[in-house]
């Protein structure tokens, strides 16, 4: 019972790099989702995926890209990482987009 | 725009103490409510959640919520709180349809021995 799967779990990055971070789930959910946590702002959504196919912007869109590569399968990148995006990354998926979520454990993503 | 308030940031009880962890959602029409818990170094796990019916929700680990629509609000409580209970709560909200859920700030428990 895997659930939804998160790569990496940590990583260190110098500023101007770019990174993808992974994430794949085994429920057969339709929807997805890209969240970063920082201290006393709670979870702000970045990007999701309500189905196969479709992505949208969330909350704090700015400096991040997604693909939705499958039904499993829903990638973040950073394009040119920059000290603010410091954070906490947890990627969740569920079966419809107003249904309850399930959490992967996180990425914690430096970028120095 | 749909937004969740938790107006405590943090709370400390005492282990066996009761606990309510105060949630308010606005909405027009009867929102979705979630409650999950996040442990140190880990995502978030559902606790309980409410769709329609009974106003009042079991979840696991002994919580259980209330639906109170006329306060727009979605308590989370347990009569006895143990030490492995703290952790950061989180309130979330979403219409029925195709909404996404709304999350709150979150609320830190802190649970003295």
């Known amino acids: 019972n895997a659930g939804v799967t998160q790569t990496p779990k940590f990583q260190v990055l110098k500023t101007g790099q770019s990174m993808t971070l992974q994430c794949a789930q085994d429920?057969?959910?339709?929807?997805m989702y890209w969240y970063r946590q920082d201290p006393g702002m709670g979870l702000r959504l970045i990007y999701y995926?309500?189905?196969?196919?479709?992505?949208d912007k969330g909350e704090v869109p700015n400096g991040y890209n997604v693909s939705r590569l499958n039904k499993r399968e829903f990638s973040l990148r950073l394009e040119s990482a920059a000290p603010s995006q410091t954070s906490v990354y947890f990627c969740?998926?569920?079966?419809?987009?107003?249904?309850?979520?399930?959490f992967g454990d996180g990425t914690r993503l430096s970028i120095l | 725009a749909q937004s969740v308030t938790q107006p405590d940031i943090h709370i400390t009880v005492s282990e066996g103490a009761s606990l309510e962890l105060r949630c308010n959602y606005s909405?027009?029409?009867?929102?979705?409510l979630f409650w999950y818990v996040q442990s140190p170094g880990q995502g978030l796990q559902l606790l309980l959640k409410?769709?329609?019916?009974?106003?009042l929700v079991q979840g696991i680990k002994g919580f259980e919520a209330e639906f109170k629509r006329s306060q727009s609000s979605f308590n989370l409580r347990k009569p006895s709180v143990h030490w492995s209970d703290a952790a950061e709560y989180f309130c979330?909200?979403?219409?029925?349809?195709?909404?996404?859920?709304?999350f709150g700030r979150g609320t830190s428990l802190i649970v003295h021995p």
């Open positions: 969740a998926s569920s079966v419809l987009s107003d249904q309850p979520q399930h």
């Open positions: 429920m057969n959910h339709n929807s």
């Open positions: 995926s309500a189905s196969e196919g479709t992505t």
């Open positions: 909405y027009g029409a009867t929102p979705y």
């Open positions: 409410y769709f329609s019916g009974d106003t």
């Open positions: 979330a909200s979403s219409s029925g349809g195709s909404y996404i859920p709304t």
